[in-house]
């Protein structure tokens, strides 16, 4: 924007901003440009590492949208990496690698006692790596290797330079060397649509293929190629051989690989090239695609070799593409609490039951104290060989936060020493304010006897506990699942298993350090289980949240884009290995959850789209379901007899329920019954959502044909659906009465949280109201009568959205009738917040959907939960806030990428918590209400930022807030000044206990 254009920008805000403001605005306007600013800033969160890694679980990712990389050092100095696409399925529909490539460099300086720097700079979209010999070495140079993924080709680019002659050796590798049948039932749930089945079904995955030399004689290729397919399989089994047309096979013939070539090398054995010189330019190119043989397949990939760019074009366009990215939006922060540190929460230390007064300890215990810090392995054995009557030692004294008293025994006060008793005293609890003292670390240490149930077994039972439950915002150490200790603090955790003996005295420890993420587990003074610090010793960022919005959205841009296929919730193309996790010995194909995609978790990252203006990034989501709505509206008629479509919560990337949930003993079911899987039987908010997703598009960016071609069909066949099925014509009253049209949602259920008795559920009611008004209030010019008298149509019919009456307080309730059973820690009362928008700040209902935030009964910081989106919706500022830091503390310890977010409820790194951590850090500085944009409504005042966000119509604000103030605005277009309001300033935000009502702050507004 020009100076004029941001000085009259500043003009229309006078009003509102007052006369300081509008000085700094002006001030601003002969000032560098932001883009500049921001690149400067953008470098200062490039991820850079100056030791080795062992193996993948020192990897950085990198991707074009549809061709991802996982990189790593070794500390032999190679450079190994993990080739992956969005789109490479098997014949099972499970995600794969293509493969590992390892380039090797001799002489190699890190080899022989050099350092190395690994860097990913974020701006240009690469990852640097120089090896640097060790002073006085003459052997070796300096190597200087770059690999970035081309913007526009399917191709990973190596580029190497050195000062002096050296050999360079690329290899491949590829796991699946032998057709094999899965039959273990942990393995097969990275196959999800083929879970759990029968011994007469066989689970088969076939061999990748070496191309030989005679038909690659300069290159290496290999390929995995599906000689058969599980989707007919599966159409007939689930009930819809008569519509089988709807329902193509994409994994037939599908061939997924590598071709790998470079100037200089040549072939030396049937995985490895070679060659020697001072410059190597490598490219591995990937195809995924369906051919009619393999032959074809491979003509393809050379081909697409022979036409590449020079590397030189490659990374100049590569680079050019991503500085684009990065000046969309941005957001920068300020005085955000530093990463050390134990996550911190208002609950008090309890002992022997955890925040919902379950997991109950059964048994005796002794002298429970708890240190600030992480104690010597020495002075945890020294507490191991007191006698359990004795006193803390003096040496100890000092670092004691928390010694629990005989409180049970009615003793008033307490005894300076507590002997033995037994748990759980329901107020035995410690002060909430441990969480300042314990900040950098703490050990647990205690005496117990712990005693069997009336089975005769030890069941899972808290022994220290200051942790939401389900969460992980604090710590806990218990016996889970019974005879093991477990350790788990944020998202760190520590077990063993099988070292709890019943009915018998013992002493147990465990301590955690924050500053190098060390954890240890003790019993009877000796370790039983040990997690180091760290890998490396990696410097902290200038902001931990400003990092972890920064890298979940890198993540993003290398993982959606070019493919049909969205980045998969659990893991993206960035998976590796789950034995970093949880000591599985699977390969790296293998994830959580396998590979259909539930509706829940793969929207969350889409929504902080958006803001971003990341509206490229959004297309693999619809073109995804798009191809889904023919097949779909043909399974409900064929199901349901209704017209219209929806979508099952989980689908396979061809558009059928998984096998597993469908059910694999149909005896007695009808095709269509989802008896076998409750959790989504009768879940029908989806498509609702993925309207409102696709009407929310158009209108931050106008584009007209993608809302006639795409969305107006997508909402038509979703409100079919609710018309056909739902919808009936009732008449109010006597004879003669006009009958009019009434929606009752049955059978339903409200999310995956309640199933039983379940009437009118909050998210498809609001959903309805939602999607119909949107269309309403779209130009008359663009939408066809029918629809929108069809929309008018089903606002008349939909019930209001459930309320309920608790203590005389009117709050939101998940569904307008229902079994008060609860089978998933999801709060679907709040989904009228988000992400429908019909609650919330400056809109009706805000007290109402407070009180249900209040009285939620699952609290989370962590996955897919929507906790901190509500919070900020709701203009609950320390919620958010809180909410914010405990998920940007959430990356995997085991990980040294610092956004391995997870595993959470799924996997790792977790897009539904990134999508979350980024659409929170955006809602509390910006949220668009209809035709307002009301700055600020969940802030911290005590933190600074810069940022720019989208905003409906086209609009782009950049601002910088200091001190809880805008001292610097500016819009464009300009015309939109006036429809941007600061919350705070002339519209009051809600304190927790503000009585005011909906109507005082109308009149505030």
């Known amino acids: 924007m020009s100076p004029y254009s941001l000085a009259r920008t500043a003009r229309v805000f006078a009003s509102m901003l007052g006369s300081a403001v509008v000085a700094a605005l002006l001030a601003g306007c002969s000032a560098t440009t932001a883009e500049d600013r921001m690149r400067a800033d953008l470098a200062t969160y490039n991820v850079a590492w100056t030791t080795p890694g062992p193996d993948s679980s020192a990897s950085m990712p990198i991707g074009n949208g549809t061709v991802g990389a996982n990189v790593w050092t070794e500390p032999s100095g190679d450079l190994v990496f993990y080739v992956s696409r969005t789109d490479a399925w098997s014949e099972n529909e499970r995600l794969l690698k293509l493969g590992e490539v390892r380039v090797s460099i001799d002489p190699n300086p890190l080899a022989r006692g050099g350092t190395v720097r690994q860097e990913l700079v974020l701006g240009d979209g690469r990852i640097d790596t120089t090896l640097t010999p060790s002073a006085g070495d003459d052997s070796c140079s300096v190597v200087r290797m770059s690999l970035w993924v081309d913007a526009d080709d ?9 000062d002096r002659d050296v050999r360079l050796s690329v290899t491949g590798r590829t796991w699946r060397t032998e057709p094999r049948r899965i039959t273990d039932a942990d393995e097969l749930r990275s196959v999800w649509s083929m879970r759990d089945a029968p011994a007469d079904v066989a689970v088969i995955e076939g061999a990748d293929v070496v191309v030989g030399a005679d038909r690659a004689p300069s290159a290496l290729a290999w390929y995995h190629r599906n000689e058969h397919s599980i989707v007919p399989f599966t159409v007939e089994r689930q009930g819809l051989s008569s519509i089988r047309d709807k ?29 020697s010189g001072r410059s190597f330019d490598v490219a591995i190119v990937t195809d995924s695609r369906q051919t009619q043989t393999a032959g074809e397949w491979i003509a393809g990939v050379e081909s697409m070799a022979r036409e590449l760019d020079a590397a030189s074009r490659s990374r100049s366009r590569t680079a050019a593409w991503w500085k684009e990215f990065w000046e969309r939006s941005w957001i920068f922060i300020e005085g955000d609490p530093p990463l050390d540190g134990v996550p911190s929460n208002a609950h008090p230390l309890r002992v022997g039951v955890d925040s919902n007064g379950q997991n109950g300890f059964q048994g005796l215990v002794a002298q429970p104290w708890v240190f600030a810090g992480a104690l010597g392995d020495d002075e945890v054995s020294r507490l191991a060989r007191l006698d359990r009557s004795s006193d803390t030692p003096d040496s100890l004294r000092e670092r004691l936060a928390f010694a629990a008293a005989r409180v049970a025994s009615g003793v008033d006060p307490p005894p300076a020493s507590p002997t033995e008793f037994r748990l759980p005293p329901a107020d035995l609890t410690g002060p909430a304010s441990l969480s300042e003292s314990l900040a950098r670390g703490f050990t647990v240490s205690v005496w117990i006897k712990p005693e069997p149930g009336a089975d005769g077994r030890l069941g899972p039972a808290r022994i220290f506990d200051k942790m939401t439950a389900g969460g992980s915002d604090g710590f806990i ?9 477990r350790l788990i603090c944020g998202q760190h955790t520590l077990s063993v298993d099988n070292i709890i003996v019943a009915d018998q005295w013992q002493h147990v420890a465990a301590s955690y350090d924050a500053l190098n993420g060390s954890m240890q587990i003790y019993r009877n003074g000796e370790i039983v289980a040990d997690s180091p610090a760290s890998i490396g010793a990696d410097p902290p960022p200038p902001s931990q949240i400003t990092r972890s919005y920064i890298l979940q959205r890198w993540i993003l841009g290398c993982s959606s884009r070019g493919s049909m296929y969205p980045p998969k919730f659990n893991g993206s193309i960035f998976t590796v290995e789950p034995r970093h996790v949880n000591n599985r010995q699977w390969n790296p194909d293998w994830r959580a959850w396998g590979g259909s995609y539930w509706w829940q978790n793969t929207r969350l990252p889409y929504y902080p789209m958006l803001a971003a203006g990341d509206y490229d990034l959004m297309h693999p989501l619809f073109d995804f379901y798009g191809a889904a709505l023919d097949p779909s509206r043909a399974r409900a008629k064929e199901y349901y007899g209704a017209d219209g479509v929806y979508f099952p919560e989980t689908m396979t990337m061809f558009f059928t329920y998984a096998n597993g949930d469908y059910g694999w003993n149909r005896e007695g079911l009808a095709a269509g019954d989802i008896s076998p899987c409750p959790w989504w039987k009768w879940a029908w908010n989806q498509s609702l959502e993925l309207s409102q997703l696709m009407l929310d598009y158009y ?11 795409r969305t107006l069909p997508m909402v038509d066949a979703t409100l079919d659906y609710f018309q056909s099925r739902f919808v009936t014509n009732q008449s109010p009253g006597g004879a003669g009465d006009h009958r009019r049209p009434v929606m009752t949602i049955r059978p339903t259920q409200a999310v995956e949280t309640y ?5 009118n559920d909050a998210p498809s009611v609001a959903g309805v109201r939602c999607v119909a008004e949107k269309v309403l209030a779209l130009p008359e010019h663009l939408v066809p009568p029918q629809e929108r008298d069809r929309c008018q149509l089903m606002l008349e019919a939909c019930p209001p959205l459930p309320m309920k009456t608790v203590d005389g307080v009117v709050v939101a309730a998940p569904a307008g009738k229902y079994r008060d059973e609860r089978s998933n820690c999801e709060t679907p009362e709040l989904y009228p917040v988000f992400p429908f928008g019909l609650a919330g700040i400056a809109r009706p209902g805000l007290e109402a959907s407070i009180e249900a935030y209040k009285r939620r009964h699952d609290k989370a910081t962590v996955g897919w939960t929507q906790d901190g989106a509500f919070a900020a919706m709701l203009g609950l500022r320390d919620e958010a806030r809180a909410q914010l830091v405990a998920r940007a503390r959430n990356s995997h310890r085991n990980f040294r990428f610092p956004a391995m977010w997870g595993p959470n409820f799924d996997w ?13 850090t955006q809602l ?17 005042p005590e933190w600074n930022a810069r940022f720019k966000l989208h905003a409906p119509g086209n609009t782009v604000v950049e601002a910088t807030v200091e001190h809880g103030r805008i001292v610097k605005l500016d819009v464009d277009p300009p015309s939109r000044a006036k429809d941007l309001v600061v919350w705070g300033e002339g519209v009051h935000p809600r304190a927790e206990n503000d009585a005011r009502s909906d109507a005082d702050l109308a009149a505030a507004r």
């Open 154 to 162: 399917p191709v990973i680019r190596v580029s190497v330079r050195s």
């Open 699 to 709: 209108e931050y960016t106008g584009d007209e044909a993608f809302l006639r071609d």
């Open 755 to 759: 199933w039983h008795e379940v009437e």
């Open 908 to 920: 790792l790194p977790d897009q539904c918590h990134g999508g979350n951590l980024m659409v929170l």
């Open 247 to 275: 329902f193509p096979d994409p994994l037939l013939h599908r061939t997924l690989g590598c071709w790998i070539e470079g100037g200089g090398l040549g072939r030396v054995g049937p995985m490895t090239l070679a060659g």
């Open 924 to 940: 509390m500085l910006m949220q668009p209400v209809g035709d307002k944009v009301y700055l600020l409504p969940a802030w911290p």
């Open 477 to 485: 150490f218990d016996t889970h699942p019974g005879t093991s200790l």
